[in-house]
């Protein structure tokens, strides 16, 4: 079992970017495939992305492919989430989760969540 710790969030100018990091603990994130996942008030939990377990290649849905950029660090045990060229929509909390699935792009998919970061970009 894995327990995941998010930071990073804030308010952010439309343009900018934000850096979110996930710290895990009581398993490695190599054992797991990772994703991060975003709710907007009055809205379903959205993917983000994801990196997978074997081979660590990153899935993006069009709405951030080529603005955010996941990573994980083994050696750290942490998972990142670099976003840039923030827009208004992107306003959410982001959660970290964590998939024993090897493509896991839904909710349903992921077994550990982290409580979540709030990012605000305003416009």
């Known amino acids: 079992q894995v327990q995941l710790v998010e930071s990073g969030g804030g308010l952010v100018q439309a343009g900018g970017s934000l850096r979110l990091s996930c710290a895990a603990s009581g398993r490695t994130v190599s054992s797991y495939s990772m994703g991060w996942f975003r709710q907007a008030p009055g809205k379903e939990r959205e993917f983000v992305a994801t990196?997978?377990?074997?081979?660590?290649?990153?899935i993006y849905p069009n709405s951030v492919k080529g603005r955010f950029t996941i990573s994980r660090d083994n050696a750290k045990n942490t998972l990142s989430l670099q976003m840039n060229t923030l827009k208004a929509e992107d306003t959410a909390v982001y959660y970290c989760?964590?998939?024993?699935?090897?493509?896991?792009?839904?909710?349903?998919?992921?077994?550990?969540w982290g409580q979540g970061t709030q990012v605000t970009v305003s416009s």
């Open positions: 990196i997978i377990r074997i081979g660590g290649s990153p």
């Open positions: 989760a964590a998939s024993t699935k090897v493509f896991p792009t839904r909710v349903g998919d992921y077994e550990y």
